[in-house]
């Protein structure tokens, strides 16, 4: 039987095209509109054979979301926050899986992502949904800002040293996908296979989301690597005070995580394989208590962990729901 709607819209991109596969593979909630632009018409499986979603996709009509509903808004940022803000007004639960309310301080929204933000009030209330550092805090929410790719595994790979460890460096891989649906120059074959690029260095926009729930700024690197999807954040910092044996820092890891489904502390440094396709995040720690040294690695499918499916355990949270269900 089904229970809460959900609609996905910007279903036709990355982001959306997953999220409406998992809500239509969930066991409890029923796939409600999914739209498009120039694709409205077209079924989501005649551009993405590999999810069977036979929904066909329609231009947004706000009055076909009713209040009480579960939506989330799979745009690119600067574009989402307008529709959010109309949304939530209405009474629907908003998932927002653009960056337009991850950031609390609306002063640096035109620094940041080039627009002033249109609601200071949604910026104070939306929830950073990142479950294991605040999943209290979504099982209430009216509104979840889904968190970036990059920050979700840095932050994994970084959340339990957050007060004993100083100079960050996060120096991260992504495949591909992370990108988007929409062609460039940048993500064409040629330029990516065989290949490994850092791009956006010192300016990429993620270095502030890390930087605000990690509570202190990191020098942040992106690279371009030649895979579709998966994520790697290696991160490297210095620990304040005494280092732990790496064994102990490992357990430590291990209790931390403990409540969390989806965060496995494994015993060597992950690879992409593990995550691509599910819900999972691989972290790994270790220290070098000579030098003080702390290294620690953080490994997801950025469509699947690093978007729509934490989007889709933010709902499971919000919807009362087990928050593994439809995840796998
Ligand atoms: N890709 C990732 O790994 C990833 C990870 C985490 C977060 N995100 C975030 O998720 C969001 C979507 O990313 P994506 O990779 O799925 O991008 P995408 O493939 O480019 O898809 C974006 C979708 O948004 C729609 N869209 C664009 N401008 C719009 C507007 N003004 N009004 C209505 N619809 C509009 C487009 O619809 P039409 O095709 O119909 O024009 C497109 O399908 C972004 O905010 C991104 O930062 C992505």
Request: hydrophobic residues 45%; glycine residues 8%.
């Amino acid at each position: 039987m089904s229970g809460e709607i959900v609609h996905v819209l910007g279903a036709a991109g990355f982001a959306g095209a997953q999220l409406a596969a998992l809500v239509d593979g969930h066991p409890h909630f029923a796939l409600g509109t999914v739209t498009a632009r120039s694709d409205a018409g077209l079924r989501l499986v005649d551009i993405y054979p590999e999810y069977r979603v036979t929904a066909t996709m329609t231009e947004l009509d706000v009055a076909a979301i009713a209040p009480g509903d579960f939506a989330a808004v799979c745009y690119p940022h600067a574009e989402a926050s307008e529709l959010v803000a109309t949304l939530v007004d209405r009474g629907v639960r908003v998932v927002d899986v653009s960056a337009d309310h991850r950031l609390h301080s609306a002063a640096l929204y035109p620094e940041v992502y080039g627009f002033t933000h249109p609601r200071e009030d949604l910026l104070a209330e939306a929830v950073y949904g990142l479950p294991e550092l605040h999943r209290e805090a979504i099982r209430g929410a009216r509104l979840v800002a889904n968190p970036g790719c990059f920050p979700t595994a840095a932050l994994l790979a970084l959340a339990p040293v957050r007060d004993h460890v100083i100079h960050v460096v996060v120096d991260a891989k992504s495949g591909v996908s992370g990108a988007g649906r929409r062609p460039t120059a940048s993500v064409h074959f040629s330029s990516v296979t065989e290949s490994v690029t850092p791009y956006k260095v010192l300016t990429h926009r993620h270095a502030p989301e890390i930087a605000q729930e990690f509570g202190q700024e990191v020098l942040f690197t992106p690279h371009l690597v030649p895979a579709d999807r998966g994520l790697l954040a290696s991160c490297y910092g210095r620990f304040v005070g005494d280092t732990p044996h790496p064994d102990d820092l490992l357990e430590a890891y291990r209790r931390f995580y403990a409540p969390h489904p989806f965060v496995e502390v494994v015993d060597a440094p992950p690879g992409m394989h593990a995550v691509q396709h599910n819900n999972f995040a691989q972290v790994f720690v270790t220290t070098e208590p000579r030098r003080g040294l702390f290294v620690g690695f953080g490994v997801i499918d950025n469509l699947v962990k690093g978007a729509a499916g934490q989007a889709l355990q933010n709902l499971n949270l919000m919807a009362g729901r087990p928050e593994t269900e439809g995840l796998g």
